[in-house]
């Protein structure tokens, strides 16, 4: 709910068709990068899995640096393996022989079409059901799938986040005779298959010390063009008849996911140069220009990089532990999460030692309630701030109090379901879920083993190895669990103080 802008949040409560209002606020809040990752579309797909195992797998007998994380793999495969993916994929090894995983997952690309439209088809008829009782469940459940199934295509959470804004919200108007149903179904046959475009994106460097110097930008050039539709394929730093640049051309399915594939591979380029030069301070403008490869005279689009979200929901501590080391993998998340990764498992191993996984896995699960509470009374903030132009308020936020621990949240969740206009089932749910003592949370038992693969990340990269691109998505959820995880271990170290 906190994640929606004025004008989109209104054009959401107005939608008539209560399946495909569910949907949207299931998709919205799954794809909003400061979602709690246990309300987060969790990426850990089976084929998504098996994309990982070829990452860890060893290439050598003697430096077998990625077995702890094959056998975080296994338990998170038997943990989340979905109906049906087990349906259309079969059943997962019994054993830990790593030859039998070997070849199971070697056989899912086989099948991975056939996947994709049965889960299309259980999705689209979960939207489109016509009974009175909505099936949240199933809705919820599918969604997250073909979201990741997205990803893993090659669609950007990003994108993914975008066209349902603009294609089923749409607050400019431009498909009001369209049904919500009929636009939901319109967003899943879109994202069925790619149709990847080529795309030319094109950004300054900056320098914090003034402008770039001649003498600096040779060094930093690799290529010199006089027109940006000059460029080769991949990404460079050239001269731009003058002008220093990064630049790339690639094919991305939106110009969104073009851009930011654009500053993940500028941005590891330009760390690379600068470290050859011994020199700081220089980095991407954070507004680029992207083109279509095929218009030389079109003027594109412009797009702005904006700092995630993420850092409105940490504790605000005013001696946080690795403080610095914090802030640098906070500011590394969106381009750079992988770089992230590295920063903070270099810290825990500082604060923790080597087996920081197994502690900081407890201090996540001891903390983790009161941290979703938290993140509640945070959203309910926002429904306060929030302003209305073309409808009233929550009738709701009139049992919200001052104080956290005075709200009554079973009132509250009561009165959020009965609220004729702003009627929030998701959100309800989420509070059930806060007060059930008894519920046990997914990530309480995924915890321990998403920290190992973060750890495994930061050991591809300690030993030469890049962690591939085409799962830039998995790191960019491992990185914001380990900021979560990072931010309740300085909570509860500064608490106990």
Known sequence: MHHLFSQHYESWVQIPDPCAKYFIRVWQDGLYTGTHPEWSYCPMS????????????????????????????????????????????????????????DTYFANLESSAVRYRAALIHALTAAVSTQHQDVPHAQIEKYSAEYAIDSMRIGYTARELYVRAGTGILDPAGLKSALPHSERVAGLLSHLSEPSPKEFIVATDLVSTEGAISRALGKKLAQAKLARVHDCAPGSHLADLDGRFVAVTRCYATHSVSAFQLHRSECKAILHHRLSLIRRKNINLSNSARVFLAHDPVGKGW???????????????????????????????????????????CDALDRLAGKSWPDFC????????????????????????????????????????TEGEQSIDFRLLASEIRRDPIHSDELFAKRIDSVLNSSLSFTTQHDIRDFLKLAKGIRNLEVHSLVWPTHLQYVAAFLSKVMLVTFDLLSYERRRDA
Not at 48 to 65: C, I, N, V, Y
Not at 367 to 395: C, D, H
Request: hydrophobic share 35%.
């Open 46 to 101: 089976i084929q998504t899995l098996a994309k990982m195992w070829k990452s860890f797998k060893s290439t050598s007998p003697k430096q077998d640096h990625g077995k702890p994380q094959r056998r975080a793999l296994m338990s998170i495969a038997r943990r989340r393996i979905s109906d049906l993916e087990k349906a259309e994929f079969g059943a997962l090894p019994q054993s830990n022989s790593e030859s039998q995983w």
């Open 302 to 344: 412009k797009h702005t990089y904006q700092k995630t979200s993420i850092t409105n929901h940490f504790h605000k501590l005013e001696h946080r532990l690795e403080a610095d080391a914090f802030v640098e993998a906070m500011e590394s998340s969106d381009d750079e999460p992988h770089v992230g990764i590295r920063i903070m």
């Open 361 to 400: 896995s407890q201090v996540y699960t001891a903390q983790l309630r009161r941290e979703l509470r938290r993140r509640l009374v945070i959203g309910i903030r926002v429904a306060q701030e929030r302003p209305m132009q073309r409808l009233p308020s929550p009738s709701w936020l009139q049992y919200v």
